[in-house]
């Protein structure tokens, strides 16, 4: 089930990838002002972990490149991530735009210990990303909301994620 | 009530506020804990042959302990077993408390102690073994304030007395759900450190894999990258103490059909472990029982 839940994305993403090569450009207009082709946000919850910072460069109409970093103590467990990731819009209607993403990510926990006979332990792992998700811009303005999947060492899990940041 | 509860939760979440109580805790003996019960000694019997099998089962309640008793009987690992340690069971006052009903359906005596009060009947633990029981005591154990339905913990330990020169000292602890792994060794370490002797310990260590954000919000996608499960690290940790872990990291011991949850776990020290695994013919809970033959010789 969740297997499957992870595959949509993949495939939306390639049909948007597929789209934007077949219209002409005048049609996949994109919503963002001209010249604004950087989004930094802030995240909660997503590709980054518990919270993170991220930026993206949109390379066409529909494609961005992106990344998202975060360094979180939660009740003393270090976590840090990095996920570079690929966006794609798969369609817009006036502000509100369907939006797919697949990426990578790499995490770092660290578990301290807080008692003498141990030393706690850490470990890092590497795993895949896919989302599907809705985004509302609106002047700089962006805020975003998805579904996703990730797949890595300890096997495949949903997850759900929010955003809010601004063009520039 | 229900409005000054809702308002801590919110004002504890507002202020971000985990937090756990650091008063070292002290083990208490039977006779001083409020609710507490101890069965009279089991009928004799001689030693077992060479080894004991030391059970574990969240028994969601106990409805109908007779029930319990039964599948418990009917499973060819189950019924060998010569202690069962119990969590989550109610004790109503005015009527035989389901521990007692339990062991007494499974020839046994027990040790019951509250976790907390619930205004009609008590919610605790037991431990139930078919040879006496001696040195019985209960720890509170550190208190993790969580916005979201915190609650009281403990921990049983008694001696379980094979013949006057062997015995195995047992601990029996459920431990919070909503907690990373800094927080449940916090609240596991008092139980489990200082015994002297053959121990096994275990019970419901509620292990789930994820890292959360204030006890609330459960990080499954980084724990679906990184791969690092509560159960493995619980496993790290009581290595570091002399104990062996019976169970798998990887076993589910939680009956939900989607998740592989390992929260239970048996961890014998100084004594060799003989056979264990998952009773999942035993139904009843939302937990299957685990078990462990820990050597004599």
Known sequence: ?168 | MIRARLLAAVALAAAGCVSIDDTPPVWRPAAEVAGAELGPPPAPRPPPAGALRVASWNVALAPDPEAHARALLASPELAAADVLIVQEIDAYAGEPSRAERLATALGMTWFYAPERDEGDHTHGQAILSRYPLDGAAAMRLPHVEQPIRERDRVALAAEVVLDPARRVRVVDVHLDTRIGPVDRIRQLHPAVAGHAGPVVAGGDLNTNPWAWLESGVPLTGTEAIVGQDQAAVLDDYMAALGYASAIPPDVATHTAPALTMRLDALYPRELAIGAAGVARDVAGSDHWPVWVDVSLE
């Open chain 1, 1 to 168: 089930m969740a297997a499957r839940a992870a595959t949509i994305p993949l495939l939306l993403l390639l049909a948007a990838g597929t789209r934007a090569a077949a219209e002409p450009a005048v049609r996949a207009a994109p919503a963002e002002p001209e010249g604004r082709r950087t989004f930094v946000y802030a995240e909660l919850l997503g590709k980054g972990g518990p919270w993170g910072v991220g930026v993206e460069r949109q390379l066409t109409p529909r494609l961005a490149l992106g990344a998202v970093a975060s360094a979180a103590v939660l009740r003393d467990q270090q976590l840090y991530t990095l996920a570079p990731y690929v966006h794609a819009t798969i369609g817009r209607r006036g502000g509100h735009a369907l939006f797919g993403e697949l990426g990578a990510a790499l995490v770092h926990s660290r578990i301290p210990s807080p008692v003498p006979m141990w030393a706690g332990t850490s470990d890092t792992g590497a795993g895949g990303i896919a989302a599907l998700g809705w985004e509302y811009a609106r002047a700089r303005l962006g805020v975003r909301a998805y579904l996703a999947g990730a797949l890595g060492e300890g096997g495949l899990a949903p997850f759900a994620g929010a955003a809010i940041g601004a063009r520039l």
